[in-house]
């Protein structure tokens, strides 16, 4: 499984000046979302380890940034589930499967919704190379402003 | 634009009945209105924290002070200015996506246009929005402390929306 992983990540790795992958800061991540007080919709540190990323060899060309803001998203995404997940082992605690499945139409609502917000905004970019950084980047957004907003769902608990 | 501005008056009226009839109910936009207006100069980003500002105001200053009773009424005050304003930033987008789909027309990598696109982006919303308040208020198994939980979903999440379409206006 490690050696498969590892394969992989080098398969995937976008090439650089130097071969080294394009990394960002879990823990800067993680810690963002932490310093994030409760019902603030938008995470302003969202971003920033993706910014550091940036500075790295390779990280300043269109390919390279887009390349650095999946690499946070996907921590964020990380964390999205890591909240689902927690918000439905609450649920079944007090609430049950009605609340479960509320919480799984919830959901899937806002994907479709965040594909249709990102999507469009790639759109209005279509003629330029810049619409794929707009499209990653709005990804990024709204998957910490989902974390957020599940983490504090949970929190509401009556 | 229309049909958006109907539904969501619609929901308006079918939660809240008792708004109509409300008495001395002293809700007052001007907290809310100008925490926006100051906001806008120094901190676009975090527009959010002013959602609420009147409502909490309002309810203190109802008969028989702050309560969930008088919370919900007032936040049902405030979901209606911030319905509006995402009205009229709606209405904004629109405009310049149908500014933008006459420069692009024939240049478009698909048949799609912005117009379009926006509509099914609001569409989503809407269902999203529906979805998440509704799991909210069941969250709290539709008692009063539910009707607040699911007015007070509604007005941040009307709000979010009205914030992202007035920060976003065609950018990034």
């Not at chain 2, 001007?30 to 980003?45: G, H, N, V």
């Not at chain 2, 309560?67 to 904004?92: I, P």
């Not at chain 2, 909210?136 to 007005?155: A, K, N, P, S």
Request: glycine share 6%; with cysteine.
């Amino acid at each position: 499984m490690l050696r498969v992983g590892f394969m992989l990540a080098l398969m995937l790795a976008p090439v650089t000046a130097i071969g080294q992958p394009l990394k960002v800061s879990e823990t800067m991540i993680r810690t963002c979302a932490a310093q994030t007080p409760y019902a603030v919709a938008q995470p302003t540190c969202a971003g920033d380890a993706a910014n550091i990323c940036q500075a790295l060899p390779g990280g300043s060309t269109t390919t390279g940034i887009v390349e650095c803001l999946r690499a946070e998203t996907d921590i964020w995404d990380a964390m999205l589930n890591e909240e689902y997940g927690k918000a439905r082992t609450t649920f079944d605690r007090i609430g049950g499967e009605d609340l479960k499945i509320r919480l799984r139409d919830a959901q899937r609502a806002w994907i479709a919704f965040r594909d249709a917000e990102c999507t469009m905004r790639y759109h209005q970019w279509i003629g330029g190379t810049i619409r794929t950084v707009v499209g990653a980047n709005c990804h990024l957004q709204m998957t910490a402003n989902r974390a957020i907003a599940l983490r504090d769902l949970a929190r509401n608990e009556p | 634009m229309m049909r958006i501005w109907i539904i969501t008056s619609v929901a308006t009226m079918v939660l809240l009945p008792q708004l109509a009839v409300a008495q001395d109910m002293p809700y007052d936009p001007a907290a809310t209105q100008s925490c926006l207006a100051e906001m806008a100069d120094t901190d676009m980003e975090n527009t959010n924290v002013c959602v609420g500002r009147s409502a909490e105001q309002c309810a203190d200053a109802s008969v028989g002070g702050f309560s969930t009773r008088s919370m919900t009424a007032c936040m049902s005050a405030e979901y209606g200015l911030f319905d509006e304003m995402l009205n009229v930033e709606y209405a904004k987008v629109r405009g310049l996506a149908a500014d933008l789909d006459k420069q692009v027309n024939g240049t478009s990598f698909d048949d799609v246009s912005m117009g379009d696109r926006l509509v099914q982006m609001q569409r989503a919303w809407i269902a999203y929005r529906d979805a998440t308040c509704a799991y909210e208020r069941r969250q709290f198994d539709g008692g009063t402390i539910g009707e607040l939980v699911y007015i007070d979903c509604l007005t941040t999440l009307t709000a979010d929306q009205a914030f992202r379409l007035q920060n976003s206006v065609l950018g990034l």
